[in-house]
């Protein structure tokens, strides 16, 4: 009987090794489907507009409704420039939240404007200002770019006013979406090109922008509905 107890022994133990070991084997996760089906391509526009690769995006970018305390009323878009987000403040404590990207234009206003514009597919024509910091790559725009998939403001554009002037200050789409979450060279606020088409969808012409540079934003507590922070499809 001693003789066969080690054999056996030695049997289970290589079973429970070849257990542990494919317990062990996990697949790695991929890009969550209704993010897929978020950000996926949009065929009937007028310039197609092809599926944004996701695979290394921040999902704290995406688009998601999340808990947001502010005195502004519902329809108003709170910019925290800090942070890199646009808050479209719902009522009853809810906010659309989407990521964005800055660059130095999206730095210098700050106070209440409203939207005096809106634009699918807009033409883009560099400031001075951007020709002067960019020269090598704007001044040949100097005279506008024909709406397209490369032009700098992607498919849609709201031009906010003040004082009913134009302050120069967008939110447009971005030909460039690993600049969301960052503070780039030039340019006013940028959203992923899905996320500006679906805030056009939900914003007139006329509403009120709050844009934050150096204040504390309102209260923010964690995205609802799901656990990680997204709400149904059907929400979005």
Same mark, same amino acid.
């Given at each position: 009987?001693?003789? @066969?107890?080690?054999?056996?022994? &030695?049997?289970?133990?290589?079973?429970?090794?070849?257990?542990?070991?494919?317990?062990?084997?996990?697949? %790695?996760? /991929?890009?969550?489907?209704?993010?897929?089906?978020? !950000?996926?391509?949009?065929?009937? *526009?007028?310039?197609?507009?092809?599926?944004?690769?996701?695979?290394?995006?921040?999902?704290?970018? @995406? %688009?998601?409704?999340?808990?947001?305390?502010?005195?502004?009323? +519902?329809?108003?878009?709170?910019?925290?420039?800090?942070?890199? @987000? &646009?808050?479209?403040?719902? /009522?009853?404590?809810?906010?659309?939240?989407?990521?964005?990207?800055?660059?130095?234009?999206?730095?210098?206003?700050?106070?209440?404007?409203?939207? /005096?514009?809106? +634009?699918?597919?807009?033409?883009?024509?560099?400031?001075?200002?951007?020709?002067? %910091? *960019?020269?090598?790559?704007?001044?040949?725009?100097?005279?506008?770019?024909?709406?397209?998939?490369?032009?700098?403001?992607?498919?849609? +554009?709201? !031009?906010?006013?003040?004082?009913?002037?134009?302050? &120069?200050?967008?939110?447009?789409?971005?030909?460039?979406?690993?600049?969301?979450?960052?503070? =780039?060279?030039?340019?006013?606020?940028?959203? @992923?090109?899905?996320?500006?088409?679906?805030?056009?969808?939900?914003?007139?012409?006329?509403?009120?922008?709050? =844009?934050?540079?150096?204040?504390?934003?309102?209260?923010? +507590?964690?995205?609802?509905?799901?656990?990680?922070?997204?709400?149904?499809?059907?929400?979005?």
């Amino acid at each position: 009987m001693c003789v @066969f107890r080690p054999l056996a022994l &030695l049997a289970l133990a290589a079973t429970l090794t070849g257990c542990a070991t494919t317990t062990m084997e996990v697949k %790695r996760k /991929g890009p969550d489907p209704m993010h897929v089906a978020m !950000y996926g391509p949009h065929p009937d *526009e007028r310039f197609p507009l092809p599926a944004m690769d996701i695979s290394r995006v921040d999902p704290r970018y @995406f %688009r998601q409704q999340v808990a947001y305390q502010t005195m502004e009323p +519902a329809g108003t878009i709170v910019i925290d420039t800090q942070n890199r @987000f &646009l808050y479209l403040v719902q /009522g009853e404590g809810m906010a659309m939240r989407y990521g964005i990207g800055v660059g130095k234009a999206g730095l210098e206003f700050e106070g209440v404007a409203r939207i /005096g514009r809106k +634009a699918e597919w807009p033409r883009w024509t560099p400031t001075p200002t951007m020709i002067k %910091r *960019e020269p090598e790559r704007n001044l040949k725009w100097a005279g506008g770019m024909e709406p397209g998939l490369t032009n700098p403001l992607g498919p849609r +554009a709201l !031009y906010l006013h003040k004082d009913g002037k134009d302050t &120069l200050f967008r939110i447009h789409g971005t030909s460039e979406p690993w600049s969301i979450g960052k503070a =780039v060279s030039s340019g006013c606020v940028r959203l @992923f090109n899905q996320d500006i088409i679906d805030l056009y969808s939900r914003v007139p012409t006329g509403s009120r922008v709050v =844009v934050l540079q150096h204040q504390t934003p309102a209260s923010e +507590a964690t995205p609802m509905a799901a656990a990680d922070g997204l709400v149904p499809p059907a929400a979005i």
